[in-house]
């Protein structure tokens, strides 16, 4: 049924200890203070971009370095000039590939996490066609040269060339990521297999590494080059070492978060309320998501992508968990005073995307944890209107503060419940809920089909691809 959204009050049942009273909706002047994130800085992602493409332009330029005009006219020329420069390029591409997932703040803010793993599956076939095809040329041209043939040639590398047998290692460790990532044998893999074999990506740049500067023709005898690409390898490696693991130690060393209490919200849905020091210095927007990383048994050598269900109260933050897996089972069960290790905020899915006044929520099953977030985090003039969608009333997750926030805001609540094939959030029912939508910021949050289903309903309504905002967790 459609239940439109009337101005009382609900009474808040008292609770008996700080922890379960933290989070409950409360008149704005009396939060306590807190950082908010920082709003989206589209020149520093376009420098970024500006960088990564000279980057390109120099990798390739170095294939040039060394090669005279005659050396075309040898035996093998042509080969041996595409194998390298099919190798240049295809590990400067491997490098960005890694780049783009190590969640630079400036671009991650600005960009999101949704289109950086977009580039990244875009980019990260042609690293390994790329390098590929460098084996092929390489062995071609020196077989050529050598006037021998092609398997003979290539088991001479293996045998005799400096550090070759590490670079086939990192050649294998590359196809072994890339075929991981293929959408079929990606979703028959659990997310710490996947998580794991993508590890190899790093191995693999690290084994390549040596090999590339003792027997590329480009670097011998020519220092510039060669500090160029020690500089690029480097700094590569020390952006990732950076951001992905001092970073995160240092917010956590200073942060010290653990787990003070675990409560059901809904069936099957559990809220984990953590508490740490100097949280008025937590930066985080409505709608953002951190890596989480319990250390607790079984738990502490994997990481899960979770949103806060509502803005910080410092000294408390609170993360809403549904239980589908062995993982999100564990960790519905922890006990307080585990110690919780995070990375982030991520996402662009807040209030900085919106592009005018007016505004819809819609979220499904645990996806209303974010929407409640971000209802709160909303600029208070905001015109808000909040669509939830669950099977039962006891599916509506944070169902209470959701009512009391929309309530103080002067908005408009609307929960559809009801089965699915019986009850339809469809083009007539959104159009009847929303009116017109052409100028209107959509958030949506829910299970991937539902959100789907959504996006593509509200386009045909006329809504406007960039005023619909979403946010995925897939890997």
Not at 33 to 47: K, L, Q, T, Y
Not at 355 to 383: K, N, Q
Not at 451 to 456: D, L, Q, V
């Amino acid at each position: 049924m459609v239940t439109p959204y009337r101005p009382t009050m609900t009474d808040v049942t008292t609770r008996q200890s700080q922890e379960n009273t933290a989070f409950e909706t409360r008149p704005r002047p009396s939060r306590a203070p807190r950082r908010s994130a920082r709003a989206p800085r589209p020149r520093h992602a376009n420098a970024l971009a500006l960088i990564a493409g000279i980057g390109l332009g120099l990798s390739v330029g170095l294939a040039f370095v060394g090669q005279s005009i005659a050396s075309f006219g040898t035996a093998g020329g042509w080969f041996t000039f595409a194998g390298r420069l099919t190798g240049l390029s295809g590990t400067y591409l491997l490098i960005i590939m890694v780049l783009l997932v190590t969640r630079l703040p400036w671009l991650e803010e600005t960009v999101g996490q949704v289109r950086l793993v977009h580039w990244h599956r875009t980019v990260g076939g042609w690293p390994i066609a790329i390098i590929a095809l460098h084996v092929v040329f390489i062995t071609l041209g020196y077989a050529e040269a050598s006037h021998v043939g092609v398997l003979s040639e290539f088991w001479t590398f293996l045998m005799h060339y400096p550090d070759m047998l590490t670079a086939t290692a990192a050649f294998v460790l590359l196809v072994v990521a890339g075929v991981s990532s293929i959408p079929a044998v990606r979703r028959t893999m659990k997310y710490q297999t996947w998580w794991a074999v993508h590890l190899y990506l790093y191995l693999a740049l690290i084994l390549a590494f040596a090999h590339e500067i003792k027997t590329g023709v480009m670097f011998i005898g020519h220092p510039l080059t060669l500090d160029f690409w020690i500089a690029l390898s480097a700094g590569a490696l020390g952006t990732v070492l950076a951001i992905r693991f001092l970073r995160p130690l240092a917010r956590n060393l200073r942060h010290q978060l653990r787990v003070t209490s675990v409560r059901e919200e809904a069936p099957g849905v559990y809220s984990l309320v953590i508490k740490g020091r100097n949280m008025t210095r937590f930066e985080v927007a409505g709608g953002q998501f951190f890596q989480w990383r319990f250390m607790a048994r079984g738990l502490w050598w994997h990481s899960h992508p979770y949103s806060l269900s509502a803005m910080p109260r410092p000294p408390f933050i609170r993360v809403t968990v549904k239980r589908l897996g062995m993982q999100s089972l564990a960790a519905t069960r922890l006990k307080p005073g585990t110690r919780v290790f995070v990375e982030g905020p991520y996402g662009v899915f807040t209030r900085h995307a919106r592009r005018g006044g007016r505004v819809v929520l819609i979220g499904a099953g645990v996806g209303i944890s974010p929407i409640r977030a971000l209802l709160e985090d909303l600029p208070e003039r905001t015109d808000v209107t909040v669509i939830l969608r669950a099977s039962t009333i006891e599916d509506l997750v944070h169902r209470q503060e959701v009512t009391q926030l929309v309530s103080e805001r002067g908005g408009q609540l609307h929960e559809i419940v009801g089965s699915r094939k019986k009850v339809h959030l469809d083009g007539k029912a959104l159009r009847k809920l929303v009116g017109n939508v052409s100028n209107t910021d959509i958030y949506v949050c829910g299970p991937a089909g539902f959100s789907a289903n959504i996006t593509e309903t509200l386009m045909r309504l006329g809504a406007r691809h960039e005023r619909i905002h979403q946010e995925a967790f897939a890997f």
